[in-house]
C-alpha cells in the first residue's frame, strides 16, 4: 500500500524559511513523480512543484520560481520542498502527492489538471507578521 505523509508545517515570518517534508512509502522515486501542491483558503489546488528523481527532471509553478526547492532523499524515501522568501500569499495547506510516471510527466498536463495518483493529508503553513 503506498502512504503517504507530510511535515515540517507552522507559522513564519515574510522573508522567513520552511521546510517540508513527504515520507512516502509503497513508491520507489525511480518509477513515480513526486509533487507539491497547495491550497490557499477559499482557492483552487494548485500546484506548487515536482520531481522525477529517475530522470532528473524539477518543475515549479512561476510564482515558486527562484524562491522554493524541491529534492529527495533516496535512502530516506523522502521529499522535502525547501521554501525561502517566504510571502503571505504562500499561506495554505501543503500537500504531497505521487504520480506513475507512465501516467504523466513531471511538469506535464496533470501537474495542472491534478491527476496524481496519491495524495497525503496535508500540512498547514502560514505566513504573517
Known amino acids: 500500500d503506498v502512504e503517504i505523509v507530510e511535515s515540517g508545517g507552522g507559522s513564519v515570518q515574510p522573508g522567513g524559511s520552511l521546510r517540508l517534508s513527504c515520507a512516502a512509502s509503497?513508491?520507489?522515486?525511480?518509477?513515480?513523480?513526486m509533487g507539491w501542491f497547495r491550497q490557499a483558503p477559499g482557492k483552487a489546488r494548485e500546484g506548487v512543484s515536482c520531481i522525477s528523481a529517475g530522470e532528473g527532471i524539477t518543475f515549479y509553478g512561476d510564482s515558486m520560481k527562484g524562491r522554493f526547492t524541491i529534492s529527495v532523499d533516496n535512502a530516506k524515501n523522502t521529499v522535502y520542498l525547501q521554501m525561502d522568501g517566504m510571502k503571505p500569499e504562500d499561506t495554505a495547506v501543503y500537500y504531497c502527492a505521487a504520480l506513475a510516471r507512465e501516467n504523466g510527466p513531471c511538469g506535464g498536463q496533470v501537474f495542472y489538471t491534478l491527476e496524481y495518483d496519491y495524495w497525503g493529508q496535508g500540512t498547514v503553513v502560514t505566513v504573517s507578521s
Open positions: 509503497g513508491v520507489t522515486f525511480d518509477d513515480y513523480v
